[in-house]
T-cell receptor, first 116, second 111 residues
């Protein structure tokens, strides 16, 4: 049982390049989320999905796109990377009955992205 | 969204009990209080969740007064491995889209 897996774990991009971060979960969770974490700050929600085929904007969605074509996968795309998008990205999943408590979030290990 | 306020940092010695208080004055009726722990270079990990009174599990206790405007995470006999950032979240469970991670409390445990 792998839980939440993020790929890649590290990536360096040049300004203007595009890339996609992949999040995969094997817990059959309905909800999936993408967060970013900058130094000294908490996690900020970028986009989220409440089910296969659905996505919604979070707190800081600009410059990112997402897709959830399969229930187990949630993709985060950067169409034209900017230095301001240098951050650590975390994916999480949950359901109403996940874990021992209602709505427990399960996080991946993070993906460190640097945009030069 | 219920706004939370936590101390930015705390220091403790190994073996002591640590209490981290979170203030959430505008908590709504359906909101739960959830705490997460984050180690460097890792994603946050769920610690404990409660609605009212006291909740205890194998790693922590959560104390919630009757007015629910604050909550206290209690870590008994901390060790060096408890050095981490602790986040207090307030909101309806089930979906995290309405939950906000603040800057958390950075706990430093030393010998």
């Amino acid at each position: 049982n792998a839980g939440v897996t993020q790929t890649p774990k590290f990536r360096v991009l040049k300004t203007g390049q595009s890339m996609t971060l992949l999040c995969a979960q094997d817990m059959n969770h309905e909800y999936m989320y993408w967060y970013r974490q900058d130094p000294g700050m908490g996690l900020r929600l970028i986009h989220y999905s409440v089910g296969e085929g659905t996505t919604a904007k979070g707190e800081v969605p600009d410059g990112y796109n997402v897709s959830r074509l399969k229930k187990q996968n949630f993709l985060l795309g950067l169409e034209s990377a900017a230095p301001s998008q240098t951050s650590v990205y975390f994916c999480a999943s949950s359901s109403w009955t996940s874990g021992r408590y209602t709505g427990e979030l399960f996080f991946g290990e993070g993906s460190r992205l640097t945009v030069l | 969204l219920a706004k939370t306020t936590q101390p930015i940092s705390m220091d403790s010695y190994e073996g002591q009990e640590v209490n981290i208080t979170c203030s959430h004055n505008n908590i709504a009726t359906n909101d739960y209080i959830t705490w997460y722990q984050q180690f460097p270079s890792q994603g946050p990990r769920f610690i404990i969740q409660g609605y009212k009174t006291k909740v205890t599990n194998e790693v922590a206790s959560l104390f919630i007064p009757a007015d629910r405007k604050s909550s206290t995470l209690s870590l008994p006999r901390v060790s060096l491995s408890d050095t981490a950032v602790y986040y207090c979240l307030v909101g309806e469970p089930g979906t995290a889209s309405k939950l906000t991670f603040g800057t958390g409390t950075r706990l430093q445990v030393t010998l």
